[in-house]
């Protein structure tokens, strides 16, 4: 199953879950790791015992594992019986394959669901800070029906002389890092800039990359308070 690569720098991960759309993300995981000619890993985690695992899953697994073989993937992994959440097996995997990238399907919960409750990429930024995450759009059997915004970006919140702001560059001058909501149906950066502190997910209000008070698009977020 393995295949030779020229740089060794980057890593790419897949996380696949049971559906239709495992293959889509085992495709863009390989597509990536070809443009960066990098190994590409697979990972799929299952609370359930090897032996209780039904014929729907086993095909699914059966189905991946060949096309991890024709993609040439370095390694397709599963984790079977785990108790412990996805996002603490998923950052253990990363740390132990010394991955950089990891591909993700996006949650199967509405975007306002994900900024006002966090996110599960929220949590793995938690777990896993030294990756890059790309967040790949799948059939949703729950739909944003308010629309408000597009998919979440990693972001940075950094001060400045006159207040704050956020960036989408990694500097000595970083506060927090999140993930920044961008409003649709704009060319600027207005949105929301989500972020753990002490545990719980704190929202910002951005307008052109600058924190800002509410405004009527998000109005019902309450505004983190902080002093730095």
Known sequence: MKKARARMDESILVCAYYGPNGERLIKRGCKIADMLDC?????????????????DK???????????????A?????????????????????RELNITQIILGQSPQSRWQEIKKGS?????????????????????????NENLFENGTRAYLVKEEDGHRITFTHSDHVIHEGIFYKETGTDFNN??????????????????????????????????????
Not at 75 to 80: H, S
Not at 120 to 144: A, P, Q
């Open 58 to 72: 086993a095909a699914y697994i059966q189905e991946w594992k060949v096309l991890a073989e024709e993609l040439g």
């Open 74 to 94: 370095e390694e397709f992994i599963i984790r079977y019986n785990e108790k412990r959440p996805a996002a603490k097996v998923i950052a253990e995997v990363a």
């Open 39 to 55: 190994p590409l890993y697979i990972l799929t985690v299952d609370p359930s015992p090897k032996d209780e695992v039904g014929a």
């Open 191 to 228: 949105g929301v800039f989500t972020y753990i502190k002490e545990n719980k997910t704190c929202q910002l209000h951005v307008t052109d990359e600058r924190i800002t008070e509410p405004t009527s698009i998000h109005s019902s977020i309450k505004e983190e308070k902080f002093e730095n």
């Open 120 to 144: 599960f990429v929220n949590t793995l930024l938690r777990e896993i800070s030294f990756v890059d995450f790309h967040i790949v759009s799948i059939d949703r059997s729950v739909e944003d």
